[in-house]
């Protein structure tokens, strides 16, 4: 059976990390399996994880009132989910719904937040690397929003 | 160029608004043409448009295109029914450069309607006629009820990787929810050795030049199709003048290489 260190090295996020970090960081997760329809995060409850997904996929949705969840987006194996165990008040902004039976490795956000604070050079890398992710999240959102397969593409920002 | 009348003889809605039309010439057969040219189709009494061929010749010399009522003509063409007639001009124009992809990846990438154009070229990969190493199909559109060929889709995905997203779905959908960019980035591809063709909305296509780009796919190996209002459809109006090029003529087919600087260009 493959270690959980081995596990991280699979996981695209932690390319190129060397295998001490990934040993270091290996006590803050654990292996977990999701049902199709688990839940891995619920909107505005505590952000207590980060997630590498290995396999399935995952729908990021909200709850808009009077018409059920919207999916903004699906994961899949290869993405990662949730940055708000980051931040105070570490409060999930959406939920993590799984669509099939989702592989993941769940690592806890108290115990990432510590082991930064610990190696500040880990810390930075990681930074860097949710960084780049969380750029390329906001500009799919902006060409989602933009509407981009219509004739005439968004109708933002333009006087009714 | 005089337009020749054509029937249609088969008609089916892809979704509401979008239409493929399947038209004969009564007691000839039709040209032959490139996948990715297009001909101007004229709604009488009304005017012409131009619109791309959707499918490869058919061996009973019906031409296949694929319409979305925008306006005055496209919706005219919308309410032609079997047995009407409509006038044809063309082929106009220079289509894909399907020798390119002999030995590469072949990245076929498409936007909603973009699809259309790109149908022809699907077949030939499909039957092996690219000589293609693999060939990719991204495609992806505002919601699954606005995808076209929706069956063949399905076929497709047995012999190339096809990858769909929409920008909404519900959870019966298997496909990605997102922009199509995504799948394109995470696709493990070696880019230098890949050629794309695009077909979509200007933005949708800037968008995943981009990606196509940083994953090392070279200028000179993105083809993309380029959309402006026609008139004569021969060089001669001016009407589709873009930069130094006629759309109708030096195109709609273009290398990104050639016209990169055309493409940045916000007010062209
Ligand atoms: C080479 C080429 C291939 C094409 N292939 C297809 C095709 O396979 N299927 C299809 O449905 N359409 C295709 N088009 C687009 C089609 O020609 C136009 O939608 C059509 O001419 C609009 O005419 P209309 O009179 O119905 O609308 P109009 O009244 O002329 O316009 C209605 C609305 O559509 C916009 N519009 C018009 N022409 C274009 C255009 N070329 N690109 C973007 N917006 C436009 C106008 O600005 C306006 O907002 C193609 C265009 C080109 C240049
Ligand atoms: S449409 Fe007349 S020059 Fe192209």
Known sequence: MKTIAALLHEHPFFQGLPDSDLDFLASCAKNCVYHSGDYLARENTPANHFFLIRAGRVAVESFVPNHGSLCLLTLHAGDIFGWSWLFPPYISAFDAKALDE??????????LREKCEKEPSLGFELMKRFARIATERLQSARIQLLDIYGPNPSHLGKSP | MIPSVFQVVHRYVEYPGTFTLHLAKPRQSTEGFQPGQFNMLYAFGTGESAISFSDLANDDG?????IRAQGSVTQALERLREGDSLGIRGPFGRGWPLEVSQ?????????GLGLAPLRPVIYQAQRDLLGAHKTY???????VSELLYRTELQQWSRSLEVVMSVDYGDNNWPGHIGVITDPLQATGIDGANSVAFLCGPEIMMRFCIQVLLRKGVPESAIYLSMERNMKCATGLCGHCQWGP?????????????????????HSL
């Open chain 1, 102 to 111: 989702v592989r993941s490795l769940r690592l806890g956000g108290a115990c």
């Open chain 2, 137 to 143: 199909l991204f495609y992806g559109a505002r919601r």
């Open chain 2, 103 to 111: 030995g590469k990846n072949l990245l076929i990438i498409a936007g």
């Open chain 2, 62 to 66: 019906t031409l296949v295109h694929t």
């Open chain 2, 245 to 265: 090029n006629f759309i109708c003529k030096d195109g709609p087919v273009f290398c990104y290489r050639d016209i990169r600087t055309w493409f940045q260009i």
